[in-house]
């Protein structure tokens, strides 16, 4: 049985995970996976693997194999067989529809607090998508979803940086949210890829996959990415702007000393802020402004009054710049993205 599922949930741009269809002979040989169970009743080969498994598990949880193995029972003549069992010969890579069924069977496998490989959850999100299997797409969702934050609070806490995998590429993360229709997690993972130069979001290196080839980007992924950078650079300077913001650490009238103790912020440290904030450098969420004037006086700490004055500024400064990130890549707010998140 030689079967192929009707293409689902289609997004823009292309996709540079999924291989081009194959073709392949009925009888070529196949080797057994670690997925073969004694008792079931249907042979998934994909590449050079067999997967003997349970029709019933597939259409239970997927129409489209669901579907598929309606028209194979329609045409049994067609049917091949090994050991008694209809084989299904599949385009797919063997690693994809392993962690596929790994996820079908194990349920302690890719689930929501656990960290999973990122080519894991790629393999997972192509082929749930592309067999429309609903539950674990949506349980999917919810277990990447908090490698994302969506509130500053929660990006100020840090606990997503546990359910980082190694293999993680934020770049690859915007390519994920558009071709599988993932909004919640595009404004921060475009961010992140904002923090590296073009050359290295255009060129990589890009992390590995377990068949030896670079993950890779779709051109509208590449896309997203430059517009975001773009977007954020007026969205930086929009928050810096004096007329617009009610915490200035720094004299209004540069003639007039605020501070006595350290001699306030001088136009050179602000500056040197300034250009800190919009080189994209570092992560701005965690930058401290304190650090590069204390940096600029060989160590040595502002007071308290200033230090204070500096924290209102990045944190008035950080609110602004995070309010907007949506809008960097064509939502209107964070609440936009969360709509369209429930809708997807």
Request: hydrophobic letters at 40%; proline letters at 5%; one cysteine or more.
């Amino acid at each position: 049985m030689s079967i192929q599922p009707p293409a689902k949930r289609a997004r823009n741009g292309d996709r540079p995970q999924e291989t081009p269809e194959r073709t392949f002979d009925s009888s070529s040989p196949f080797h057994r996976s670690e997925l073969w169970f004694e008792d079931g009743n249907i042979i998934i080969v994909c590449q050079t693997t067999g997967f003997r498994v349970h029709r019933g598990i597939l259409a239970y949880n997927s129409t489209v194999f669901k579907d598929m193995l309606i028209v194979g029972d329609a045409n049994l003549d067609c049917n091949e067989t090994f050991e008694g069992c209809v084989v299904a010969r599949l385009p797919d890579e063997a690693h994809d529809m392993h962690s596929l069924l790994k996820a079908l069977y194990s349920r302690k496998y890719a689930r929501k607090g656990s960290v999973v490989a990122f080519e894991t959850l790629l393999s997972l999100f192509k082929l749930s998508t592309k067999y429309a299997f609903d539950e674990l797409r949506e349980e999917l969702v919810e277990h990447i979803k908090p490698m994302f934050p969506t509130a500053l609070q929660q990006y100020y806490f840090q606990e997503f940086q546990a359910l980082l995998p190694a293999d993680f590429d934020a770049a690859v993360a915007v390519d994920l949210g558009i071709t599988y229709n993932v909004p919640a997690i595009v404004p921060v993972a475009c961010y992140w890829t904002a923090l590296k130069d073009v050359a290295s979001l255009l060129d990589g290196p890009r992390s590995t996959l377990c068949n030896g080839t670079p993950m890779q980007l779709s051109r509208a992924a590449e896309r997203m990415c430059l517009i975001f950078r773009e977007k954020l650079t007026k969205i930086i300077a929009d928050a810096l702007d004096v007329t617009q913001m009610h915490s200035i650490p720094w004299p209004r009238d540069p003639r007039v000393i605020d501070c006595t103790e350290c001699e306030d912020v001088s136009n050179a440290e602000r500056q040197a802020i300034e250009r800190a904030y919009g080189a994209l450098e570092q992560d701005l969420f965690r930058f401290r402004s304190s650090s590069i004037r204390q940096r600029l006086r060989n160590g040595k700490e502002p007071c308290a009054c200033c230090t204070a004055r500096l924290e209102e500024f990045d944190e008035e400064v950080n609110h602004k710049i995070w309010e907007r990130l949506p809008e960097a890549c064509g939502y209107k707010n964070w609440g936009a993205v969360r709509a369209a998140q429930a809708a997807s």
